[in-house]
């Protein structure tokens, strides 16, 4: 009996002892599982906002190719040689709504990209005229042209812009009255020409001009050189690095020099253009500029699958006929190098 007392005294003194190295070693395991389950949490956390930080950054990437990319590379140009009625109000009314139809008809995951639309109306091209005999050591073209929204991008330095004219020229030479467009170009465009402020210069059909080819040549026309022009920012991307107003084209093999001049007519005399140039075809050109920021990187996909088939349904302008629809657009290949 006395051993006994002896046992549960003894268990009784160690006894506290034991719960508190009990409690020690549970505060230990509780502290460290709690470690474990943070870190679980964390990982679990990290791993599943790797989707959407992937996504960002891959949308982040893409835009930015594009945004960088040169002008030709990221956006969209149609080309076709008609001749599209003016407006009721606004002579170009039906040459926007002609860009619109066609950017209606595209897929719609190249439509989502598409921010900007902008259009470019060319004449045919005409020469000045060359006399009988061997060539002369001096070959001047020139080229009327309209683009929408060019008033915000360019100047008159000296004289007025061009309006609508009643005036027809007679050639000194003689011959029949031809009728006249007011034009506006860059005085180191003049000078290429050999031409000044207030000169009237009769031009006749280019014969190697695609569209007088297609659309039968059109008749003569004069140019009254109202104004000089100044083009505000050359390397702004609404010229689509082509800023034919300044300078000229200057060709020189040694044995001719070529000057290819491009001037500007005024909006207001579309409908006369038509006429003057008839029955010869004019030259309409889309621009459509693509918004970096409506790029997805999970419609990445579609996008690409949609831009290889418009390569294929379309042919590129330099190999295509005037009357065809040509597209032009090099955003295959970013995709690709993204």
Known sequence: MARTLGVRRAYVRTAPAAVALLLRRLRVELALAATVIGVVLLTSGVFSSFPRLYNRLSDDGLRYAIAHANVFERNIVMYHGAR??????DPFSGVDAAGAQFQQGLAPSIRQVIGHRDFVVDAPE???????GPPPALERHVLLRYQSGVADHTAIVQGRAPAVTSQRYTPPGGGAPVPVMEAALSQQTAEALQIKLGDFVELESDPNEPLSRFGNSPPNLAIHVVGYLQVKDPDDDYWFSDVRFD????YDDGN????????LFAPAAYQDLLNDVSPSLLGYTYRYEVAPASFNAGQLGTLAGDLKQLDAKYPPAFLSRPTDIAVSTQLTNILKRF
Do not use: C, D, K, N
């Not at 599209?84 to 109000?89: D, I, L, T, Y």
């Not at 300078?247 to 200057?250: A, D, W």
């Open 126 to 132: 005409y020469r000045f005229p060359e006399p009988p």
């Open 247 to 250: 300078p000229p084209s200057v």
């Open 84 to 89: 599209v009625a003016p407006g009721p109000s």
């Open 256 to 263: 001719q020099t070529q000057v290819y001049a491009t001037a």
